[in-house]
Nanobody, 126 residues
């Protein structure tokens, strides 16, 4: 499966942005989908992971209550809805899929994710 992110951009603090993760080559509902972000000079950190079986979604504490994930199996796309954005959310965001349909623990272990998108820049600034 190949995944491609889109929807990044510049947004003011307190604003919202939606990222899309479109899949090709295979049905996205065969895979769990993780979202990660990377700050300059830092390792990638987990943002969320959604199970394909029951839609259960895990969120990092830093985004809980502000970010949400949804899946459109018809469009073969997963969305990351980001609300109440803060300057510290500025990062490159990646979607990724492991080779299995569930979010296995530890959920944020990047080595478990086999397929990665190219990343989308999100900048939160006034």
């Amino acid at each position: 499966v190949q995944v491609v992110e889109s929807g990044g951009g510049l947004v003011q603090p307190g604003g919202s942005l939606r990222l899309s993760c479109a899949a090709s080559g295979s049905a996205l509902n065969n895979y769990a989908i993780g979202w990660f972000r990377q700050f300059p000079g830092k390792e990638r950190e987990g943002v969320s992971c959604m199970d394909v079986s029951d839609g259960r979604t895990y969120y990092a504490d830093s985004v809980k209550g502000r970010f949400s994930v949804s899946r459109d199996n018809v469009k073969n796309t997963v969305y990351l809805e980001m609300n109440s954005l803060k300057a510290e959310d500025t990062a490159v965001y990646y979607c990724a899929a492991p080779d299995f349909p569930t979010c296995r623990h530890p959920v944020w272990l990047t080595a478990m994710y086999k397929y990665w998108g190219q990343g989308a820049q999100v900048t939160v600034s006034s």
